[in-house]
């Protein structure tokens, strides 16, 4: 538990930059009115360069800190950031849709329909 602690201690900056980095190119896109197509087209570069870079921190966490066997890093690399990555944006949101009675309720993949 210590080691963990540790862990999010160090990361905590990087983690808070780069929420807060967000936020500020999102604040942008809304106040200097950046036209749908623009911000849709900008999406599909930085989500998936998103994804990317997810993919390629948890696998180099697990190798720095776990086994060096390649089905062991791809196994990681893919639940640790597109798992996680699809719990978040489908079947979190689908829950919740569910919970509320949304009318039109349905688990999206917009990486995959897109």
Do not use: N, Q
């Not at 036209?35 to 599909?44: G, K, Q």
């Not at 791809?74 to 009675?101: K, R």
Request: hydrophobic share 50%.
């Amino acid at each position: 538990m210590k080691h963990i602690c540790r862990e999010l201690k160090a990361h905590a900056p990087s983690t808070v930059f780069g929420a807060l980095t967000g936020i500020a190119i999102m604040a942008v896109i809304v106040y200097a009115k950046v036209p749908r197509a623009a911000s849709e087209a900008l999406f599909w570069v930085l989500h998936p360069l998103h994804v990317l870079l997810s993919v390629l921190v948890t696998t180099g966490m697990h190798r720095l800190h776990g086994k060096r066997k390649l089905w062991s890093k791809v196994i990681i690399g893919y639940v640790g950031s597109i798992g996680i990555a699809t719990l978040s944006d489908s079947i979190i949101p689908f829950l919740g849709e569910w919970l509320v009675g949304l009318p039109r309720k349905g688990m999206r993949l917009a990486f995959i329909e897109k």
